[in-house]
């Protein structure tokens, strides 16, 4: 079946200080594959979505490249900011009959100033 | 707002009682599902509902939980016989028609449910 694999947390960062969360899947068909964040006390919001190969989403200065040939999809920032202090969820659809999202396990990110 | 809406946001009931989760979607997406996140199991898929096609039940934990969707648009999920485990967070998301999953699924807030 459908799996995602994400970076162990929690992950604390000074501000301005680059990010990386890596994250892997396992699809049987060609999966959509999206970024959520879920900020304390919030609902999760999408934050990018790259629906097939070599696509970049981006969004709030966060980037993911689709890459097929690793099946990774990991989030980066250039300079993060105590703002986006969240937890990270790495999320596929697949291409066959399903349509609900396969989560990760969520990164939890404590930017400090 | 325009968003999705869920009530109540939290509700808390002793073990045994039957519980209804609200989920109001986006006006005009006709895509719903239900996700429950706990602390054990992560987020998980419980239910998809699209237009009038029968709803996707394959991620219904137990024979106590179902739920349905009146009219194409409000869901109400429903727990019988609550139990412990049941303890979670209830996510409801919208999206408009699928589409391969290029359509983005939008998130409300959540209920949180707490067993006694």
């Known amino acids: 079946g459908d799996s995602v694999t994400q970076m162990e947390g929690p992950v604390t960062l000074s501000e301005e200080a680059f990010l990386t969360i890596n994250c892997t899947y396992t699809?049987?068909?060609?999966?959509?594959l999206f970024w959520y964040v879920q900020y304390p006390g919030e609902g999760l919001q999408l934050l990018l979505k790259?629906?097939?190969?070599?696509d970049k989403g981006s969004n709030k200065g966060f980037e993911a490249t689709y890459r097929k040939e690793t099946t990774s999809f990991h989030l980066e920032k250039g300079s993060v900011q105590v703002s986006d202090s969240a937890v990270y969820f790495c999320a596929l659809i697949d291409s066959g009959s399903a349509r609900q999202l396969t989560f990760g396990s969520g990164t939890q990110l404590t930017v400090l100033p | 707002g325009a968003g999705v809406s869920q009530s109540p946001s939290n509700k808390v009931t002793e073990k045994g009682k039957d519980v209804e989760l609200r989920c109001d979607p986006i006006s005009g997406h006709t895509a719903l599902y239900w996700y429950r996140q706990s602390l054990g199991q992560g987020l998980e898929f419980l239910i998809y509902?699209?237009?009038?096609?029968?709803?996707?039940k394959s991620g219904l934990p137990s024979d106590r939980f179902s739920a349905e969707r009146t009219g194409g648009s409000v869901s109400t999920l429903t727990i019988q016989r609550t139990q412990q485990e049941d303890s979670a967070v209830y996510l409801c998301?919208?999206?408009?028609?699928?589409?391969?999953?290029?359509?983005?699924?939008?998130f409300g807030d959540g209920t949180r449910l707490s067993i006694l």
């Open positions: 998301a919208s999206s408009l028609a699928s589409g391969q999953g290029r359509q983005p699924q939008h």
């Open positions: 699809a049987t068909g060609y999966p959509s």
């Open positions: 790259a629906t097939k190969a070599d």
């Open positions: 509902f699209q237009g009038n096609s029968a709803p996707d």
